[in-house]
């Protein structure tokens, strides 16, 4: 992918003339192309963190889209530059020899900072969320510089092609709405908290199941977390909802990552999912006693592995779950 000549065609529109709106759109469009990678957090192996940590990305022949805070920074100085934009890295404070950065740029006699991990705006974009680190480091100019985003996110808005059908795949106000129906036929009907636990529990695989625009784990991930947390199914007497990271056993570059989530709902026996690539979107889907002791034999998360176990040994069998339902 030539990143460098799409900037600069998009770029080269009248509508793009002030510097503002040419760093939201590069922000935007880093955001949207790159994703976190979940490897650095989990691994023990220093030389891939590493490499991980250092990767560098060619702005005119992009081929690795999984990054982090430096070489999205890195990414981000060099697209900035391409206009003479003043921009440099910065360092947090940190004992750590990976020290989280992020990227001050200079506009219009103010300094605006860019960072694309730190609360996931590199996925909230994909999502069509607002940003929350695309920020204004001069608060005496704050409304000045909310007015220019306004302004600036209409003119890219403008611009976009194959924008996200938003009936289809939702978005934060879609969603919603959607438990607000959900909730209401529920109560409706006299549905108990069980059934409608569950019930939004398929409502949330259906989601999953129905996007292909999210093909990297972070972004399935963040959405995923993201839709366990609207639907409050975490927040009830006694329910429980754990997704975790796995990756397999045998990748040494620990680029097969599944997730297997545990559900919990009162003294009832445990059910676990999975959300794994199929082709090249993840899908999420129940699983058997059986295979979920295999999975969790083949792949391996250090922070929940001997709980998960514990917990598969305790399923029922979902042929017999069906009889006695």
């Known amino acids: 992918m030539n990143m460098k000549d799409m900037i600069l065609n998009e770029l080269s529109k009248d509508d793009y003339k002030d510097d503002f709106v040419k760093i939201r759109y590069i922000y935007l469009i880093v ?3 790159f994703t976190y990678d979940m490897r650095f957090i989990y691994t023990n192996n220093q030389d891939l963190k590493n490499e991980i940590y250092n990767k560098d990305v060619k702005l005119d022949n992009v081929e ?19 206009y003479g934009l003043e921009a440099k890295i910065e360092r947090e404070k ?6 989280h950065v992020y990227v001050i740029v200079k506009c219009n006699g103010s300094f605006i900072k860019l960072d694309p991990t730190k609360r996931h705006d590199s996925t909230r974009v994909k999502l069509n969320s607002s940003t929350l680190d695309f920020t204004n480091l001069d608060s005496s100019r704050q409304e000045y510089f909310d007015d220019k985003l306004k302004e600036a996110d209409s ?13 289809v795949y939702y978005n934060d106000e879609k969603i919603t709405e959607l438990i607000n129906v959900i909730e209401d036929n529920a109560r409706k009907r006299k549905t108990s908290d069980c ?35 609207k639907f409050n199914l975490n927040k009830g007497k006694n329910q429980y909802v754990k997704p975790g990271i796995f990756f397999k ?6 680029k097969d990552i599944i997730n297997i989530t545990l559900v919990e709902y009162k003294k009832f026996p445990p059910r676990f999912y999975v959300m794994k690539k199929v082709d090249e979107n993840y899908k999420i889907r129940e699983l058997e006693k059986d295979e979920t002791i295999e ?18 040994a305790k399923m029922i069998d979902n042929r017999i779950r069906r009889i006695i339902k």
């Open 94 to 99: 940190s004992d750590s020899d990976f020290k």
């Open 249 to 254: 056993n045998d990748d040494k570059t620990m």
């Open 64 to 82: 690795d889209y999984e990054i982090v805070c430096y070489s999205f920074a890195k990414v981000l100085c060099e697209a900035l530059s391409l």
């Open 295 to 312: 999975l969790l034999k083949e792949y391996n998360c250090p922070i929940v592995q001997y709980y998960f176990e514990e917990r598969a």
């Open 31 to 33: 955001c949207n192309t």
């Open 195 to 229: 059934e409608l636990f569950f019930e939004k529990l398929g409502y949330i695989t259906g989601l999953v199941n129905v996007r292909d625009d999210l093909k990297r784990y972070d972004d399935m991930d963040y959405y995923y977390s993201y839709l366990i947390r």
């Open 155 to 167: 003119i890219i808005n403008s611009n976009r092609k194959n924008k996200v059908d938003i009936e």
